[in-house]
């Protein structure tokens, strides 16, 4: 078990998360199971006082969760400093069996927890709250992420021992391991990259005709190949080695912290695209959804090729 | 036209006791009505209004207000309605003491965020028509109880609402006060207002301007 400061924060923090979104919860499932918004009833009338107190709760945890994922990466990144052999959050995430998972589970709840606070804004936004039995049904299987999370994160912490020697990302994303991971990074770039540019290419044209299912579906495939492309590829640019793929160092400031821009771009701008498609709005709402993704997956595009590009004009050559 | 159907309303004393302070009731108030709600402190006078303003959501039944169910409103939605089309005068005034005549009347105002000529030529209107100009800059907490009632009802005017809604308005009033507050009812009701008043102020019966009297009794009409 680890307790730094930073830990300590996250598994307080949960365990209050896990406390009032079990009470929200039952109360979901109860307005899930009984809602009838033209139902005069009693019933009906103490389900609309409780959606409102439940909704606050939810949003209220998961307006915190979100940016938490970033202080959680940051964590991962303060204990590899005392974990032996780990050179940064790769280390850590590897020094247990549950790390992967957790760390899959935490980037799948980020996009679910953004989903429901988009569909409770939108909810809130209209007298006969058309959406009110939608979001809390979600939110009834959300909460089972949710709590995931919140078990795997605890295990996690806790599974890590300090007196174990782990790896460092270079020999996680090595090439040689024989792993799924290693698998991929065998891959030829040329035919990743042309996947990455080739997703954004239909990005741009399913903006342009304002395809929502294809346009979200297109956003899906995109976060995918971003990160495939952004370790196995990009990556290199930034640290400026061939043989280097890490999807935490450059978290880090030796790298200016770039990482952290970079996965906001991307989850900002694949979210909103996700949400063009998905979440049910006004026409406005929706091109303004279609803008925002747009906008951020271009500012990611643009960001990754810079790299390469001021690499290759200052050196004449690619990695 | 307001409507209250079934309407049942009951309040928590704790956890297992409740005090049921309205009985399915029904009524209509049809537009530009002035209605007098009649009854003994706890009948469920106050109740009424409450529900009416959307202040309040009933235990079961609905309030229809324009075709509008105004019980089924989220709070966001409720706050828009109270300030698009209800004027409420309480018993106590609820002004602010400590802030100018002028700066209580403007203050339903506030969230429209309108200009400053707009607001001037609201706030003399209704100055002007409730007789308290000359008190445009005084505080509150300086004014005579009177004063208090005029400033209360220009308040309740200012936004124009199509509803006034008074709880026992002149419970703090003596009695020439009071019959001065009738007067302006009786203007507002020429405007066409719809007028809801709870009071057990015997000064308020048998008017010949007022079109119903309603008898509240233990959460019956």
Same mark, same amino acid.
């Given at each position: ?9 996250? *598994? ?40 409102? =107190? ?103 912490? !806790?599974? $890590? ?47 342009? =005709? ?63 695209? $996700? ?45 | ?6 309407? +049942?309303?009951?309040?928590? *004393? ?34 009424? /209004? ?22 089924? =409103? ?102 020439? /006060?009071? /019959? ?7 203007? /507002?009701?020429?405007? !066409? ?5 709870? +009071? ?22």
């Amino acid at each position: 078990m680890i307790l730094i400061p930073e830990v300590l924060t996250i *598994l307080i923090l949960n365990v209050i998360f896990a406390f009032f979104s079990t009470i929200a919860f039952f109360l979901s499932l109860k307005i899930y199971l009984n809602w009838d918004i033209n139902s005069n009833s009693t019933l009906q009338y103490t389900l609309e006082k409780q959606s409102y =107190l439940t909704a606050t709760i939810i949003k209220y945890i998961f307006i915190i969760k979100v940016p938490l994922f970033l202080f959680f990466i940051f964590t991962l990144d303060k204990i590899s400093n005392i974990l032996t052999g780990a050179m940064c959050g790769a280390g850590v995430v590897d020094a247990t069996d549950y790390g992967n998972y957790l760390f899959v589970l935490k980037i799948i709840n980020l996009y679910v927890f953004a989903y429901w606070l988009a569909l409770h804004a939108e909810d809130m936004k209209h007298e006969n709250q058309p959406y009110t039995k939608a979001k809390f049904g979600f939110f009834t299987i959300a909460f089972f992420l949710f709590l995931s999370e919140i078990i795997v994160e605890g295990v996690m912490f !806790g599974s $890590i021992d300090l007196n174990d020697i782990v790896s460092c990302c270079g020999t996680i994303y090595s090439s040689s391991t024989g792993s799924y991971i290693s698998q991929i990074f065998a891959m030829n770039p040329t035919l990743l990259l042309s996947l990455f540019y080739g997703v954004f290419t239909l990005l741009l044209i399913f903006f342009f =005709l304002k395809r929502n299912y294809a346009f979200a579906i297109s956003n899906i495939f995109f976060i995918l190949i971003s990160i495939v492309t952004l370790i196995t590829f990009f990556g290199t640019y930034i640290y400026e080695l061939p043989s280097h793929h890490c999807p935490f160092c450059f978290l880090q400031s030796d790298y200016y912290y770039v990482g952290y821009l970079l996965y906001t771009l991307l989850f900002t701008g694949t979210f909103y695209g $996700i949400a063009a498609g998905f979440i049910p709005t006004s026409d406005e709402n929706r091109t303004l959804n279609y803008k925002k993704s747009i906008l951020f997956n271009f500012l990611y595009v643009s960001l990754v090729t810079l790299y390469p590009t001021l690499y290759y004009i200052k050196n004449g050559v690619w990695l | 036209m307001i409507e209250l159907k079934n309407i +049942t309303k009951m309040y928590d *004393l704790n956890k297992t006791d409740q005090v049921v302070a309205l009985k399915d009731i029904n009524l209509s108030i049809n537009e530009g009505e002035l209605i007098i709600l009649k009854g003994a402190s706890g009948s469920g006078k106050s109740t009424i /209004l409450s529900l009416i303003a959307a202040l309040n959501k009933p235990t079961s039944g609905e309030v229809i207000v324009d075709g509008k169910k105004i019980s089924k =409103l989220p709070d966001n939605f409720a706050s828009t309605y109270r300030r698009d089309n209800i004027g409420f005068i309480f018993q106590k005034y609820n002004l602010i003491a400590d802030i100018s005549v002028k700066e209580n009347i403007l203050l339903p105002l506030i969230p429209l965020n309108p200009n400053a000529d707009e607001l001037d030529e609201k706030l003399n209107l209704v100055m002007e028509k409730f007789k308290i100009s000359h008190k445009k800059e005084t505080l509150v907490k300086n004014l005579s109880g009177g004063e208090q009632q005029r400033v209360a009802i220009a308040r309740a005017n200012v936004n124009s609402p199509k509803i006034i809604i008074a709880d026992e308005p002149t419970a703090n009033l003596d009695e020439k /006060l009071s /019959l001065h507050f009738i007067e302006i009812l009786k203007e /507002l009701k020429t405007a !066409g207002k719809t007028i809801v008043v709870a +009071t057990h102020d015997p000064l308020f019966f048998d008017l010949d301007f007022v079109d119903r009297e309603i008898e509240v009794s233990n959460g019956t009409i």
